[in-house]
């Protein structure tokens, strides 16, 4: 039985027909620009998350970096980034002019730690940016703890951990302005490009919508200098289908993982994720961890089993970072990570039956 890394028919097929219907309601209405569907998609996932306003945008990185200018963070500053995350985090810092400034994980969860934030403030600093890393939410009350003493902004990344919990609060609604991503594989996917601003401040909101929109809240007129980045109607009126199911989906990720966790348990060798106290964990990947990765995807593969490497390349270390003048060495755990990290297959919809295909095989290669 050949397994994917994604599939995602049990999730398009059972609502092929909820979602055309909904498209199809956009393309009757004749209106196709911030129009009804956004509004209406902003307010449920606001209300999702856990807060006042939600500001449709165009794709996670926008989200970000609009959070980021209007916040009023740019040339001159500095924010505190994880040092292992998608590049995306750090591109937002830089495309507002700012210098991210890595901070390393903690190696057991894989998410910033926060006791290691403090190091890494300057006077130049002006914001941290915590990442819900593969789906565990991040220890938000010591990082907002660190953030308070020191006058700091923050914007979470909530990219991949839509629906996650820190100590019973979502994820997305402890910073001042949050971002998160609608990519089709995310756990909350639209049918393209999709992403959003979480707030719980009114002026903020209203900041961002102005962004988004060519800097200009009335036609024509244009206070500042904008983006064009707006939710398009389509992807969130699929998005308004889809958000009714994210708690099942959820439910589903959580169970394969338990399957994982049972089935993979005490493979010498090998390390599985681990949750950290008061924080939940929604499983947009399941990552594992061994000095054996590459010959160990090679075995899968070849057992028709597929595996991604959530991230080969560190972020400091990709070419375009090279003038921050990091090394090989520089940052030891986020390049250990990248070098042993092994993403398995999860997504709704699979069995314990392919859980157990996949366990079987990895037991085999380090029998």
């Known amino acids: 039985m ?48 856990g807060t006042s306003h939600c500001v449709g945008v ?29 590049v995306a985090t750090w591109l937002a810092v830089s495309h507002v002019g700012a210098t991210p400034v890595p901070v390393e994980p903690n190696p057991c969860t894989y998410n910033l730690d ?22 565990h939410a991040c220890e938000m009350p010591a990082i907002m703890a660190v953030a308070q003493r020191h006058s700091l902004l923050v914007v979470e990344d909530n990219a991949q951990a839509q629906g996650a919990t820190a100590y019973g609060r979502p994820t997305g609604s402890f910073g001042q302005a949050n971002a998160t991503s609608f990519y089709p594989g995310k756990n909350l996917g639209a049918l393209g490009d999709a992403g959003a601003v979480t707030t719980n401040d009114e002026t903020l909101a209203q900041e961002l919508r102005r962004l988004r929109n060519y800097g200009s809240t009335q ?21 308004l289908v889809k958000l009714r199911y994210l708690q099942q989906w959820t439910q589903q990720r959580q169970q394969i993982a338990a ?23 929604v499983y947009h990947l399941f990552v594992i961890r061994t000095t054996q990765r590459d010959a160990l995807q090679q075995h899968l593969a070849a ?32 390049e250990e990570l990248a070098a042993t990290c092994l993403s398995l297959p999860l997504w709704p919809g699979m069995t314990e039956e392919h859980v157990s295909i996949v366990a079987a095989a990895i037991a085999t290669f380090f029998a």
Do not use: C
């Open 2 to 49: 050949n397994i994917p890394f994604l599939s995602f028919d049990f999730q398009h097929t059972p609502l092929r027909e909820e979602i055309l219907a909904a498209m199809a309601q956009v393309y009757d209405a004749q209106w196709y620009v911030l129009g009804q569907r956004v509004q209406e998609f902003e307010a449920a996932y606001g209300l999702f998350s």
């Open 58 to 86: 165009a794709n996670g990185l926008d989200a970000l970096h609009l959070a980021l200018r209007a916040l009023g963070i740019g040339p001159g500053d500095e924010v505190l980034v994880p040092s292992n995350t998608y």
């Open 114 to 135: 926060p006791t290691q934030l403090e190091a890494a403030i300057t006077g130049r600093t002006r914001a941290i940016m915590p990442v819900h890393l593969y789906g």
């Open 219 to 239: 036609k024509y007129y244009n206070e500042v200098i904008g983006y064009n980045s707006r939710l398009d109607e389509l992807q969130a009126a699929v998005l």
């Open 259 to 281: 399957w994982y966790q049972q089935q993979l348990a005490g493979i010498s060798g090998l390390q599985l994720p681990q949750t950290s106290a008061g924080s939940t964990h």
């Open 303 to 334: 057992e028709g089993i597929a595996t991604l490497i959530h991230y080969p390349v560190p972020p400091h270390l990709q070419h375009a970072y090279q003038h921050l003048g990091y090394q090989q060495g520089s940052l030891p755990v986020a």
